[in-house]
């Protein structure tokens, strides 16, 4: 890490009073982020509004071209239409954007990110200024599967995803509370954010259809994950369900290597893996659970066994908090490592 460290800098969020948002903030007051200046910005209906971060009463700014003045790193958590609005500016005005939307991700020129797994790749920001924080899906299954790719390659991915309502936002939380709420009083479940009941129910629809079938979540994670790995060879399909689940996406993956690895070296790598937590005592119960990564840093691991039916195949169970890892986390960690390598 450089001098860079000790330097203290002004930041700007974009989306402060969205969930990812609020989510940015307690990240980077547990991380102790080198702040001198934190600067809120939000759409017109939240300006004025007053958060409280590291005992300091902040007023809400409205989010404009404008608003970027002295800023050194924007993080992005406003969807992708204000990303392509305003992260310009805001990079014009002499900051690096670190964006959460899907606006910039796929741009060949813009740098996808996730620290543990491909840090080198913040040297691309300097290009346009923007970095692009991957799918929330993608990162959490990345950061399980990146010592497994550097060991023994990966020649195929087989994914199910068991996703929690928090990654549609506040307002599908507050729909699967209610719904909830109206199942036990027996008054009728009305929905709005998804397109059927959610409450004790399971989607196999996150985002919208295209033509081959497949949903955009599902292909976001088929080329997130080969532009992060660079690598294009890799067989990719996915399954992307949305479950009565507030807070924690649960994976299942099934890995094709490239050679023989076992149950056992698996988990000796990933033990040893950043961002990694194994949990995998199944004859005591014990295996990731949405509940337990909740609020939770880590990446959980477990259910690792070799797949039968194939002669280089395993299983793995992969569990995140979306918001944090899945965004929050994310995002901050790689203005992290800008800052310490490359600011």
Not at 117 to 132: E, F, L
Not at 297 to 315: H, K, M, Q
């Amino acid at each position: 890490m450089n001098d860079n460290a000790q330097k203290t800098y002004n930041v700007a969020i974009a989306g402060a009073t969205g969930a990812v948002g609020g989510a940015m903030l307690d990240v980077l007051k547990r991380r102790n982020f080198p702040i001198n200046e934190l600067r809120l910005l939000a759409s017109p209906r939240s300006v004025g509004k007053t958060i409280t971060f590291d005992g300091k009463e902040i007023k809400v700014q409205l989010l404009s071209n404008d608003a970027f003045e002295g800023i050194d790193i924007a993080l992005f958590s406003a969807g992708a239409t204000r990303s392509l609005d305003f992260a310009p500016a805001a990079v014009k005005a002499g900051a690096v954007v670190i964006d959460n939307s899907s606006a910039y991700r796929m741009d060949s020129e813009i740098p996808l990110v996730v620290p543990e797994v491909n840090p080198h790749a913040i040297a691309q920001y300097k290009k346009h200024g923007i970095i692009a924080n991957p799918n929330c899906s993608t990162i959490q299954m990345l950061v399980a599967l990146k010592p497994i790719l550097d060991k023994v390659g990966i020649k195929r991915l087989v994914i199910s995803t068991y996703q929690a309502v928090s990654g549609t936002g506040t307002q599908a939380i507050e729909e699967l509370q209610q719904q909830v709420k109206s199942h036990v009083n027996g008054s009728e479940i009305e929905s709005s954010v998804y397109p059927h009941q959610i409450a004790f129910n399971c989607l196999p629809h996150i985002d919208s259809f295209l033509e081959n079938g497949y949903t955009k979540e599902e292909m976001k994670m088929v080329n997130e994950t080969r532009k992060i790995f660079e690598d294009d060879s890799i067989a990719i399909t996915a399954t992307t369900v949305r479950v009565p689940v507030f807070y924690g996406h649960s994976e299942s993956v099934n890995v094709e290597t490239n050679s023989k690895i076992t149950v056992a070296e698996v988990k000796e790598l990933l033990s040893d893996a950043p961002g990694i937590k194994i949990v995998d005592d199944p004859k005591n119960d014990q295996y990731p659970l949405a509940t337990n990564s909740a609020g939770n840093f880590d990446t959980l691991v477990g259910r690792i066994r070799e797949d039968e039916s194939i002669a280089n195949g395993l299983n793995l169970w992969i569990v995140s908090d979306n918001i944090l890892k899945g965004a929050a986390l994310n995002a901050v960690q790689i203005a992290e490592t800008y800052i310490a390598d490359y600011k």
